[in-house]
Every structure is written in structure tokens, then in C-alpha cells.
């Protein structure tokens, strides 16, 4: 369909909402205090992330991304601060079917070969909570 087809079908409602955009139409860069802000504005005030978004000229999609970071980001500084390494041990023990042993003080947890990402960590978390 042509350009000139668009224009010439009759209207059956009037234009309610008209974006103009401007400009070369690169990307824009913002920096780490614009985002930090504005994600901030997504906690605050009962406002949703449409509408702040919508406010800033952003897509939700990109907004939920950046808290999205911002959450592991501070996830990470988190974990970071106590972090402390365990000395690991090898061992064989006969023709037991193997395990996971995680000693933590008088503490011994057995985790079966095999066991999922999600179940070790939360047996991990328990470890660190009770510790």
C-alpha cells in the first residue's frame, strides 16, 4: 500500500494523540544518576513504571530493565561485603553414591550428586543464615 493510498481513505475518528519526533534519532545516553533517579521514581509515590517511563520518554521494557540492574547490582555489592572463601575436600569414600558435604562448625550438610542449581542454593542459604 502506497503513501498515497493512506492519504486518500476517508477518516472515520478524529486524531486523539499525535507524537512528533525530532532530531537526528540516535541513541540517547544517560548516565548512571539520570537512571538511578528516574528508577527511583518507579518506588515512589504509588507512580507506575508506564507511566514513568511514559513521562521520560522511555519504554516500560527499558525501564524494568534498569531496575532490573539496579537490583543485582546492589545484590551483588551485598554479597560482595561478606564473602569468605572454605576450604574444599576431595575425598572417596568406597561405593557410596556421592554427596556434597558442606561443614560449617559443628555443621555438616549432605547434598545428593546431581542436586539442581535452585536446591543448592537454598540449602546455601540456610548454611549462611544459621552461621
Do not use: Y
Amino acid at each position: 500500500m502506497s503513501d498515497t493510498e493512506l492519504l486518500l481513505k476517508p477518516s472515520t475518528e478524529p486524531v486523539r494523540r499525535l507524537e512528533l519526533f525530532t532530531g537526528s534519532g540516535r541513541r540517547r545516553r544517560w548516565t548512571a544518576e539520570q537512571k538511578a533517579r528516574i528508577v527511583a521514581e518507579t518506588f515512589t509515590g504509588g507512580a507506575s513504571v508506564s507511566a514513568v517511563a511514559r513521562c521520560h520518554g522511555l519504554t516500560p521494557q527499558q525501564l524494568f530493565g534498569w531496575r532490573r540492574q539496579t537490583h543485582l547490582r546492589s545484590e551483588a555489592d551485598t554479597l560482595g561485603k561478606g564473602v569468605a572463601f572454605a576450604p574444599v575436600i576431595v575425598a572417596a569414600r568406597g561405593r557410596e553414591e556421592h554427596t556434597i558435604e558442606i561443614a560449617v562448625g559443628a555443621m555438616t550438610v549432605r547434598v545428593p550428586a546431581g542436586a539442581d542449581l535452585p536446591t543448592l542454593q537454598v540449602v546455601l542459604r540456610a548454611v549462611r543464615a544459621v552461621s
